[in-house]
């Protein structure tokens, strides 16, 4: 059980790739018994104890692996090892079905030998990046990225609790060759992740080896599964937020590599602003579909105003993943100057650019994953998302001696996300933790319990929470989650409750063409994010035009909410005469489902209900955003 040189936590980096050879003649029983505190063990103590499991894959892509030296296969990554894995592989999670609907050919799983504890081909030899020409290959390395990226995305210094889908049932399918077509799907109907391949000049592409556009696609099932009634919305930006999503999973976990980052040092010289291998998403697919050298970048320049008045979600994306991206390269500055500090004070032999980048990624995780718990239950804007950043921060980090919080304003504001005035409101000294306004105390045990605590409580503090009080109230969520900061110091508990509600909002005028007359339903809700002792960690509402009181307070509520409700039914107007509305139209399981309208539109309960695209794809064309001539074609 050799293990080389330990680290210490403040050091460590807990994504980066294995240093600790793992254990070989652990026992079942054994490792069944470590794996049941593994919430309780870091990384380096799980590779060493065959918690994780080593699985060669691609850095980025078979593309990146040909242009740059030492960015080829990954021969230290490790996924998550459970003790109910099968063939496919099939995991808690995931299951990998070879199903492709173009040839109509299903394709033997990779084999699970128990005994060996690897992942095999059909004639029982472990698969190893050699193989990278075998399906059986390709199911085991798309399965172990999204294994490592639900980890990821579950682990304390992120959101520090398990995870559900949007559907029904625990298990993702995914399906690495799903058929011919330049595109991947994440689709909720069908429960899976889907991955076409496709000929170009420079050979068979197939989307399932490119780990960006695996965790793109994985990332809308996360978002999805956190925040379901996003999907019901047509506000451009929070079809944009899911497309951010994506882009920042694929950046954070091809960012999270030891190996990587030590090409992408040495491509960029330490300057991240020229850092294209990290911050260009896809690169194969970019240059195989648009000759571009990748698909979208990290380091665009655009702001809100500059993308003013845009629907196509994966255009307006780029704004928040540059303000990320911009976070990102001021955090890295700032471990540059304590690596600098540390060297001038005799502390260090030299400053390392490799640490204060291994730094950088759990700072990352921290700063940007663990915010989309305070996220709105529905109708999210990127503005939504920087306060939650903010206030993430500011619980974790309350005295913030190194100026993260202005760090991340500077750019906010920059790129017209936040404003001056949302500086000046963060600037205001106020207590950290303020108790939510009641009329009718209960014990937050009672509030956790169950949807129908959370709802007892909301419901009899109705007009302090400025809920209308005729409004039919559901609890969407209630969970609990236990955080951590990067040196896995306990951060309050929260209790995250999302409740909604809907209000009918009729459809008035020409401008609504053939859906003139009718009714819709605008969703309306809050999330309110306490910690064990009651105290409220945050509170974000999306407010309905009703009257929820006369108080100030109220007044201004019912007030936001009207603006809301104008911004909706212009919205929805725009949408209908750009064309881009449409009626679904079903394939069998959603598999084979390759035209849809970018919004579909469902009749509830005499209404009609405007959603996203029932799949959302890894690609955009901001080319054709809004016009109408293209609308069938998602895929576009
Ligand atoms: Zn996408």
């Not at 290959?137 to 398990?162: I, K, M, P």
């Not at 009207?562 to 949408?575: G, P, Q, S, V």
């Amino acid at each position: 059980m050799g293990t080389k040189k330990g680290k210490t936590s403040t050091e460590s980096n807990e994504y980066e790739a294995t240093v600790a050879e793992p254990a070989q003649e652990l026992k079942r029983e054994t490792r069944i018994e470590l794996y049941a505190a593994r919430r309780y063990l870091g990384l380096h103590t799980q590779q060493e104890f065959g918690l994780r499991m080593p699985v060669e894959v691609f850095f980025k892509d078979p593309d990146v692996a040909e242009t740059y030296e030492g960015a080829g296969i990954d021969k230290k990554f490790t996924t998550p090892w459970e003790p109910g894995l099968r063939d496919g592989p099939t995991s808690a999670r995931f299951a990998v079905v070879d199903y492709d609907s173009t040839k109509n050919v299903l394709t033997p799983s990779a084999v699970w030998k128990r005994k060996e504890n690897c992942y095999c081909t059909l004639e029982g030899e472990p698969l190893t990046g050699e193989m990278k020409d075998l399906f059986q290959y390709h199911q085991l390395s798309v399965w172990a990225n999204v294994q490592n990226t639900l980890d990821f995305f579950e682990s304390g210094t992120a959101l520090g609790r398990r995870i559900t889908w949007a559907f029904d049932g625990n298990r993702l399918i995914v399906v690495p060759h799903a058929g011919y077509g330049e595109n991947a799907y994440y689709d909720r109907a069908s429960k899976s992740l889907q991955f076409y391949w496709f000929d170009s000049e420079k050979g068979r592409v197939f989307t399932c080896l490119s780990s960006d556009i695996v965790n793109h696609e994985f990332g809308h099932a996360v978002l999805d599964g956190l925040r379901p009634h996003y999907y019901e919305s047509v506000g451009a930006e929070t079809a944009a937020f899911h497309e951010f999503i994506g882009d920042l999973t694929a950046i954070l976990m091809a960012f999270s590599n030891n190996a990587f980052r030590k090409v992408v040092l040495k491509e960029s010289g330490g300057n991240l602003d020229t850092a294209d291998l990290l911050a260009g998403l896809a690169q194969q697919f970019g240059k195989a579909v648009t000759n571009a050298p990748y698909l979208r970048s990290a380091l665009e320049p655009d702001t809100m105003a500059d993308l003013a008045g845009k629907l196509e979600p994966h255009a307006l994306s780029v704004v928040l993943t540059g303000a990320m991206f911009d976070i990102l390269k001021g955090v890295f500055a700032k471990h540059r100057e304590r690596e600098l500090k540390r060297f001038e004070e005799g502390r260090s032999k030299r400053p390392s650019d490799v640490r204060a980048l291994a730094d950088t990624v759990p700072r990352m995780q921290m700063l940007a994953i663990q915010p989309l718990d305070l996220l709105p239950p529905c109708a999210v804007t990127f503005r939504d998302y920087a306060l939650a950043v903010l206030r993430s921060e500011q619980v974790a980090n309350p005295t913030d001696p190194s100026g993260y919080r202005e760090l991340m304003l500077d750019y906010f504001i920059k790129r017209g996300i936040l404003t001056e005035d949302d500086r000046e409101e963060q600037r205001m000294a106020k207590p950290v933790f303020e108790r939510p306004p009641l009329d009718v105390f209960h014990p937050i045990d009672a509030i956790a319990a169950s949807r129908g605590g959370a709802y007892r409580f909301l419901d009899d503090n109705r007009a302090k929470l400025l809920i209308p009080l005729n409004a039919d109230l559901v609890v969407s969520e209630i969970v609990r989650a236990n955080k951590l900061t990067r040196d896995r110091r306990a951060l309050p508990e929260q209790i995250i409750v999302q409740y909604i509600w809907r209000e009918e909002v009729l459809l008035e005028g020409e401008r609504f063409g053939r859906f003139a007359g009718e009714r819709t339903t605008m969703l309306c809700g809050a999330t309110m994010v306490l910690d064990e002792n009651g105290n409220l960690i945050h509170w974000t509402r999306k407010p309905g035009s009703a009257s929820v009181g006369s108080s100030k307070d109220a007044v201004q509520e019912q007030a936001d909410g009207a603006k809301r409700r104008d911004e909706l039914l212009n919205t929805i107007a725009a949408r209908i005469a750009s064309g881009m509305i449409g009626e679904t139209i079903g394939g069998e399981l959603g598999l084979l489902e390759r035209a849809s309208p970018p919004f579909g539109v469902q009749r509830i309960d005499g209404t009609v209900r405007f959603t996203l695209s029932p799949h959302f794809s890894i690609r955009g064309d901001a080319e054709n955003d809004d016009t109408g001539d293209r609308q069938w074609q998602i895929s576009f």
